[in-house]
């Protein structure tokens, strides 16, 4: 079903015009709107569309500079006259030159001495450098060795440019004629049809339909269109097709990683959690002393962690140093050995989000204490499908009197059934600065049962020091791995690039 355009473009086509930009300037219409009326009516086989890629050679402004003022070998050739030493020859121009003096055989090399061989007649490069001077050439009409040799070295450059020829078929003019309602003729090349509009043919097309001719508008159909007499004149209602695919529309929008991230820091407002931020730069004593992390823990090592060149003030460590030793407060026995002030002044990229915890719990000793963060943690990982140096933690604690480890499984578990895991349990875990422990495991349908993140109540090595006489119950996971499994992916890279294929495919979904 063809529309106004189409049979515009169509009756141009019929005049022997073949070349869309000439068919738009007559038509007065875009190029690109010719395109595509020339494309459906080669979908419906009444015209032919030829479509070609044509290679034309230009000059780049070096190539231009050397056709105006002649090849450096040109040059050079002139600056040693009847011959030089080689120790002269001093520009870096001159260098380059002398490799195609000698290839093109203008010039030879004894004993030191460079000397013109009397045979320096105007080559072939020189000559197409100077038809191209006068203006691109298609690489078709030229040899290709020279061209690939100009190209080489930075003196000409290609250009594709699309071209399109549009020729009638049979079933065109016969499209035209049905339309005059005039007989049908066949298989001559020689038919010259006169000028045809819709206008022509009585086929006045529109294609908005205004409130007034709903109203006052007579409508009709006839042979499969829409027919409204207005206003004294009856036109076609343009046809559409309904069932076509629509072209692709790609808004803006929040990345899936983001709106994953989003969505569970709403579900810990819900919960009536407050979320809390720290520095990305912490000291030793927060990121590990205050944690009850031993000094010479193998996570503290080179490897694991990125130590900076700087140091921290840290506040009083009286209580964390007598914790480490010997464990006075908290009916332990500490580390043993010496704690040291020195390591723990040492400033790292936090590895951790519970750094930023303890610290708030220690500003804030009293309960109630109901608060979360979601941040960036950063350790010395190698890179692959499931590794990163950075990532995103979730962290979240409860301190308040008489709560208990059935506590912590139950927001666990109201947790986990807001982020859509309807399965969840719990299995026995070991982490240095909680007991007891716990790791929450979901089932995924296809995986089974996935561990999700660690839990625990803090240790009292950890809260005694600070003041803090109430259990806490504290839990992480890491977002990214929630991420992979939400979105379906296999290489946890994908989550910091910027694909935007994928980006694009990713359904928009607060729950993913």
């Given at each position: 079903?063809?529309?106004?355009?189409?049979?515009?473009?169509?009756n141009a086509i019929s005049e022997g015009m073949s070349d869309p930009q000439r068919i738009a300037e007559k038509l007065q219409m875009k190029v690109e709107a010719v395109r595509a009326s020339a494309d459906?009516?080669?979908e419906e086989d009444l015209i032919s569309v030829t479509k070609s890629v044509e290679e034309s050679v230009t000059l780049t402004d070096e190539g231009r500079k050397y056709a105006e003022e002649g090849l450096p070998e040109r040059a050079l050739l002139s600056f040693i006259g009847s011959g030089k030493p080689m120790?002269?020859?001093k520009d870096p121009v001159h260098k380059i030159a002398l490799g195609w003096l000698r290839k093109k055989g203008w010039a030879a090399i004894d004993k030191g001495m460079i000397r013109p061989t009397g045979s320096a007649t105007k080559g072939e490069d020189e000559n197409m450098l100077d038809l191209l001077l006068k203006g691109p050439e298609s690489k078709s009409s030229l040899k290709s060795n020279l061209v690939t040799d100009l190209k080489n070295r930075g003196l000409v450059k290609l250009d594709k440019s699309k071209s399109?020829?549009?020729e009638i078929s049979d079933a065109g003019r016969a499209r035209i004629l049905e339309i005059r309602k005039l007989p049908v003729i066949t298989g001559s090349a020689n038919i010259t049809l006169a000028p045809l509009t819709l206008e022509a043919t009585g086929l006045v097309e529109i294609g908005n339909i205004t409130s007034d001719m709903i109203k006052t508008g007579q409508w009709s159909e006839e042979n499969g269109f829409l027919f409204c007499e207005y206003k004294g004149g009856k036109s076609r209602v343009r046809p559409y097709d309904v069932t076509l695919a629509a072209d692709k529309i790609y808004p803006g929008k929040k990345h899936p990683y983001q709106r994953l991230i989003d969505f569970m820091r709403e579900i810990m407002l819900e919960m009536g959690f407050v979320e809390i931020k720290g520095q990305i730069v912490q000291s030793s004593f927060w990121n590990f002393d205050a944690l009850f992390q031993p000094q010479d823990h193998p996570a503290r090592e080179m490897q694991d962690t990125f130590y900076l060149d700087s140091r921290a003030e840290i506040p009083d460590y009286t209580r964390i140093k007598e914790m480490h030793e010997c464990g006075r407060g908290a009916e332990s026995t500490g580390w043993g050995g010496v704690w040291r002030p020195e390591v723990a002044c040492q400033e790292v990229l936090r590895t951790h989000t519970t750094g930023v915890t303890i610290k708030y719990l220690a500003d804030h000793p009293e309960p109630p204490v109901k608060a979360f963060g979601i941040d960036r943690v950063y350790r010395?990982?190698?890179?692959?499908?499931?590794?990163?140096?950075?990532f995103e933690q979730l962290e979240g604690i409860v301190m308040d009197r008489d709560v208990t480890f059935c506590h912590l499984l139950g927001i666990l578990k109201e947790f986990y059934a807001k982020m859509g895991f309807e399965e969840v349990r719990f299995r026995p875990g070991y982490f240095p600065y909680t007991e007891p422990s716990v790791e929450p495991e979901v089932f995924i349908d296809g995986l089974g049962w996935v561990e999700l993140g660690g839990a625990g109540v803090f240790r009292k090595e950890v809260t005694a020091p600070f003041g803090i006489e109430q259990p806490v119950l504290a839990w992480g996971l890491g977002v990214s791995r929630v991420a992979m499994l939400r979105l379906g992916l296999k290489d946890l890279r994908l989550l910091y690039q910027s694909d935007l294929e994928w980006l694009r495919q990713t359904p928009v979904s607060i729950k993913l």
């Open positions: 079903m063809l529309s106004g355009n189409d049979f515009k473009v169509l459906a009516l080669g120790s002269e020859l399109w020829f549009y010395r990982e190698a890179i692959d499908a499931t590794h990163t140096p950075e």
